[in-house]
């Protein structure tokens, strides 16, 4: 009881504890609660928003203030007040915004007034990135979350959790935001509250992405320079508010699915900025609803005030629902005082006379300066200006420290931000919590205070996922020894395979980073293995240290013992995909060796785009034979094959037990990299440039009594690129050739990832579905190429409900060239992100044009990142 009556007075405190304000509730004319209405301050340049129930209040000091309602759809309304020392209440009411189409005619065949329009905000879009030099606001984030639905058999258990379809999860924040061009974005929270344990929950970061740039959240903007070709555009009037001319465009996509948008787009005209936007895409099924207003902050340039976010969706059979409101307040805006010009924008397709006489005055000169050009034009094409804009940014790139890095982002939160109780917040927050929201909070405080019962009461538990417990040695855990050193236990685990039967693993290994500022890291590690059939042991033992700066950043492992290894180190079949094909089909297609060795793997970063690897091995290596025939189903007439692989260019694989001394080398080198900064922390962005990669491996004979003796170079490239959305492209070719091979054995061959289960669980590009594993491989000269393409439209995605899914489809196409491989190809077709996770193909294989065969493969799904 006491609890409840805390939160009640929480709840209603909001009312009592300013001194002074507005507030009220916002209405349609037809009487509907308007749910995160904008509310603006011009004074201040503050925004707020009213809540889910269409309630608002915003405290202010005494004073005389000017207050802008905004609804998307909706007329704006102003208010002129004076605030004394209590609180107004001001109930607003909206009207449908009317709007005026132009004196112009539309008619069969002839264009739509939306495409001049748009032509010049698109012409006009990279002008705004570049319009404001800096720029600092607070901003207040709410995130909340709800499941909606969950699969029948694991209902209960949720709700033993206190995770129920009526619990709101919420998590509030106030940050100090700042942005400096081009692409620098502090942000520092300074107060959370969240409905997580102890309510220290990780704060939402604020959403820079901006509908200027070409893309969003991977979705093509209607802004793009490219966004004819995938949107079309309707022209539903022109209304004024407080003197502006603002146009509302329907964006509606060409082909609708994944990462386009459709819906509302408002611009004001001559500006040719954002008014104020409701659109909404989809992503892998899951559909996200963006709004935003934007204010004109300063002179000349419109800022958002407010972002407001819906996501839901369905994830295996888990319907769940998440809304994300920010308001920005306390803007302090600096322009860039180059781009502080006025001019006026010339449709080339529509007038075309003063177009001509443009392009005649001002000739294309990279010399030309933006700024004199637009000042003493007045008047400037829509090409000219992302002309120039492009050398703009061009010129200041090439001033730049880093041109490589495209953006550097800070994200800190102050060491008092957890601090604030209820009292603060509902001093402070500018949106009024709903009453599902006030709920959630007290539900989540009642479950945490039932938990930290529970685990004061029991002596092993000391927090999730610290101390000992019963079952860590079968499933693992992670103890925390010191600040930044920790204790895993890796759990058990177990597998099958013809030679050791059955066998159980486990791990532990020690963690250590260290405090230096280039947070150099230690790990050391054991792995030991019991072999059921052979009744013995094996293992290893690895140490492994990152050290360097980040520039230049160095990794050194060393390993130790006793293993198995398959005769291909790229591991062709898993371990799991093993033990169900020869447990139950009786194919065991996994061949094996034994070894006993000592590696080194030393990598050096020769600045950012250049990597070194060096790898000596000394090894003993043993031939290993089938211990067992044990299998669940024994199918008649059927058997196992011998611990030996089958090759045509080596009829005999089998070898005597010797000593092997190689050194293999590599250098991989991305000429055009790209970068991004995390709180100062350099990361790659990925796919930002092709790989090239040379290797060179060597067999050693002239010491520790080494029986092998080749050279072995290959040269690698890999590339992944898209072609705008509808396509992806990943590419990978191999070539290599032995340039010495007087003596080496079946392991030191070239392989190929090859593939005889249903499943598919290496890397669907430059792997191939059908290849036997060793048939293949070759001591001579190679050249291996895979390329994928995935659609996004293509035959079944042409039903808008399975695009909508998620759905992707593919072709891909892997060829081989060895001395014996006859000319191997193979052709396939897949359906990609089945379920968001899965992948299904189907693959034809052909040797010298002619048919060969057939099958079908089930995998998890191709650039399974892009979902994240």
């Not at 962005?685 to 290797?695: A, D, E, G, T, V």
């Amino acid at each position: 009881m006491i609890r409840w009556t805390t939160f009640f007075f929480c709840f209603v405190s909001c009312s009592v504890i300013y001194a002074s304000g507005v507030r009220g509730t916002i209405k349609s004319d037809d009487d509907q609660l308007l749910a995160f209405a904008t509310v603006y301050v011009q004074e201040l340049g503050t925004g707020t928003a009213s809540n889910a129930e269409g309630y608002y209040e915003i405290a202010l000091d005494p004073g005389k203030y000017t207050l802008v309602f905004q609804y998307i759809g909706f007329g704006s309304l102003t208010k002129t007040l004076e605030v004394s020392n209590q609180w107004i209440d001001l109930d607003v009411l909206l009207s449908t915004q009317v709007v005026v189409l132009k004196d112009v005619e539309v008619r069969a065949g002839k264009e739509d007034p939306a495409y001049t329009i748009m032509r010049k905000a698109i012409a006009k879009s990279k002008f705004h990135t570049q319009q404001v030099d800096r720029y600092t606001a607070k901003v207040y984030i709410k995130g909340t979350g709800q499941l909606i639905d969950a699969p029948f058999f694991i209902r209960k258990k949720l709700e033993k959790e206190g995770i129920d379809k009526d619990r709101v999860f919420i998590s509030e924040s106030v940050s100090e935001v700042e942005y400096i061009r081009p692409n620098t974005y502090n942000e520092k929270v300074i107060s959370i509250r969240s409905s997580g344990e102890d309510q220290n929950g990780e704060p939402n970061g604020y959403v820079y992405g901006s509908f200027y740039e070409p893309e969003i959240g991977n979705a093509i903007s209607p802004l793009s320079p490219k966004a004819f070709s995938y949107y079309r555009f309707i022209y539903d009037g022109t209304y004024t508010d407080r003197g502006y001319a603002v146009s509302r465009i329907r964006v509606v996509p060409r082909s609708r699915g994944d990462q386009v948008f459709e819906g509302v787009l408002e611009i004001v005209e001559d500006y040719w900025s954002i008014y104020s936007l409701d659109l909404k895409t989809t992503t892998l099924g899951v559909d996200i609803d963006i709004k935003q207003i934007y204010e004109p902050v300063v002179e000349k340039v419109w800022l958002p005030v407010t972002h407001d976010f819906n996501v839901d969706g369905k994830i295996l059979g888990f319907k769940f629902e998440a809304k994300y409101l920010a308001t920005v307040s306390d803007y302090q805006v600096e322009t860039n005082p180059e781009l502080d010009v006025e001019f006026e924008i010339i449709d080339e397709k529509l007038e075309i006379e003063q177009a001509e006489q443009l392009q005649g005055q001002f000739k294309d000169s990279e010399t030309t300066e933006l700024q004199e050009m637009l000042s003493s034009g007045k008047e400037v094409t829509r090409k000219q200006l992302r002309k120039l804009v492009r050398e703009y940014e061009k010129a200041e790139l090439k001033q730049s420290k880093e041109p490589q890095v495209i953006e550097n982002r800070s994200f800190e939160v102050d060491s008092t931000a957890h601090n604030s109780d209820s009292i603060y917040w509902a001093d402070i927050r500018p949106v009024p919590l709903t009453k599902l929201e006030v709920l959630g909070y007290a539900k989540t405080d009642s479950i945490s205070a039932a938990e930290r019962k529970l685990e004061e009461g029991d002596t092993l538990k000391t927090g999730r996922n610290k101390g000992a417990r019963i079952f860590d040695p079968i499933f693992g855990n992670t103890y925390k020894l010191a600040d930044k050193t920790h204790l895993k236990l890796h759990g058990l685990s177990g597998w099958f395979n013809t030679v050791d039967g059955f066998d159980i693993k486990t791990r532990l290994s020690f963690t250590k980073t260290m405090n230096d500022k280039n947070r150099s890291w230690l790990r050391i590690g054991t792995t030991g293995r019991y072999i059921f059939e052979r009744d013995q042991f094996d293992g290893f033992a690895d140490v492994r240290y990152d050290f360097g700066k980040r520039s230049g950043r160095s990794s050194l492992k060393l390993e130790a013992g006793r293993y198995i290894s398959q005769f291909n180190a790229d591991e062709p079949i898993h371990v799991a995909v093993n033990t169900i094909m020869t447990l139950f089909l009786e194919r065991n297609y996994m061949k094996v060796y034994e070894k006993d060795y000592f590696s080194l793997i030393y990598k050096q970063d020769l600045g950012s785009r250049l990597r070194l690897t060096i790898s000596p091995e000394l090894a003993h290596r043993s031939e290993l034979f089938n211990g067992t025939r044990y299998r669940f189903i024994d199918r008649s007439g059927e058997g196992f094959t011998a611990n030996a692989p089958v090759s045509e260019e080596l009829p005999d694989t089998s070898f005597p037990s010797h000593d092997a001394f190689t050194v293999s080398s590599s250098l991989e080198y991305r000429p055009w990299l790209k970068f991004g900064i995390r709180n100062g922390k350099k990361y790659e962005i990925q796919n930002s440039s092709p790989l090239f990669r040379l290797y060179y491996k060597k067999g050693i004979s002239s010491v520790f009594n080494s029986a092998v003796d080749f050279d072995l170079l290959e040269l690698v490239y890999r590339h992944t690129f898209k072609i705008g959305i509808r396509g992806l492209v990943d590419v990978s070719l191999k070539t290599g050739k032995f340039l010495n091979d007087d003596n080496l054995f079946f392991m030191d061959y070239k392989h190929f990832l090859g593939n005889q289960t249903p499943f598919s669980t290496t890397d669907p590009v430059g792997s191939f579905r059908l290849l036997d594993y060793y048939r293949f491989s070759t001591s001579n000269e190679y050249l291996s190429g895979s390329a994928h393409y995935q659609f996004r439209k293509f035959l079944i995605t042409r039903m808008p409900l399975v695009r909508l899914s998620g759905v992707r489809e593919s072709f891909f196409l892997n060829y081989l060239a060895t001395d014996r491989s006859n000319n191997y190809t193979e052709i396939g077709y897949g359906i990609n992100y089945i379920l968001r996770v899965f992948r299904v193909e189907a693959v034809t294989s052909f040797e010298n044009g002619k048919y060969k065969d057939f099958g079908v493969r089930i995998g998890i799904a191709t650039n399974l990142d892009e979902i994240f």
